[in-house]
């Protein structure tokens, strides 16, 4: 079945980096973008950047920009986020989401079950 | 960029409420909106898209409408399982949601 499976959570200190990687399975890889979105506990939901599996090209929102890297590995059918310098704000639940490349109308219809990130020293 | 604004950020209701939910865009997006909804501990869970057209198995008590910069998301019959957050969200280049909607039991 289509489904993202996310990896395991993570506990990282102020300063340090983190990856969190989101395989594919199910359907056409490069058919689909894959969004990352995050939610601080209590908080609403926030768009954090965007890959094209086709070609590996990458948006990033303007608050990431400098500090967010996104990958993917065609062969493994699987993308990863890196997010750099984290902060206590950066504790948060990282979701990878995918949406159709032919068209944004169709919204993000496949998500990962989520990564949590706790950052603390 | 564009932002998205939902209203209320909060409604109580009861089981059998018709409930609405709106998102405005602070520019014409056409009919590039989605709506999801969220319980807690969950993924968000996509249940309208292109403004208007329901995901395959989602109710049809739930409904979109809207174009342009006005949107709406509708509940006609408020059922126990339909108590959740709900987010608007838009993406075209970059991407946003709205800042939720939290449904709760009166």
């Known amino acids: 079945q289509v489904q993202l499976v996310q990896s395991g959570a993570e506990v990282k200190k102020p300063g340090a980096s983190v990856k969190v990687s989101c395989k594919a399975s199910g359907y056409s890889f490069t058919s689909y973008y894959i969004h990352w979105v995050r939610q601080a506990p209590g908080q609403g939901l926030e768009w954090m950047g965007i890959i094209n599996p086709s070609n590996g090209g990458t948006t990033y929102a303007q608050k990431f920009q400098g500090r967010v890297t996104v990958t993917r590995d065609t062969s493994a059918t699987a993308v990863s986020m890196d997010l750099s310098n984290l902060t206590s704000e950066d504790t948060a639940v990282y979701y990878c989401?995918?949406?159709?490349?032919?068209?944004?109308?169709?919204?993000?219809?496949?998500w990962g079950q989520g990564t949590t990130v706790t950052v603390s020293s | 960029d564009i932002q998205l604004t939902q209203s209320p950020s909060f409604l109580s209701a009861s089981v059998g409420d018709r409930v609405t939910i709106t998102c405005r865009a602070s520019?014409?997006?056409?009919?590039?909106l989605a709506w999801y909804q969220q319980k807690p501990g969950r993924a968000p869970k996509l249940l309208i898209y292109?403004?208007?057209t329901l995901q395959s198995g989602v109710p049809s008590r739930f409904s979109g409408s809207g174009s342009g910069t006005e949107f709406t998301l509708t509940i006609s019959s408020l059922q126990p399982e339909d108590f959740s957050t709900y987010y608007c969200?838009?993406?075209?280049?970059?991407?946003?949601f709205g800042g939720g909607t939290k449904v709760e039991i009166k």
């Open positions: 989401a995918r949406s159709s490349v032919a068209t944004s109308l169709y919204g993000m219809d496949v």
């Open positions: 520019q014409d997006i056409s009919s590039y």
């Open positions: 969200q838009h993406f075209h280049t970059y991407g946003t």
């Open positions: 292109a403004a208007s």
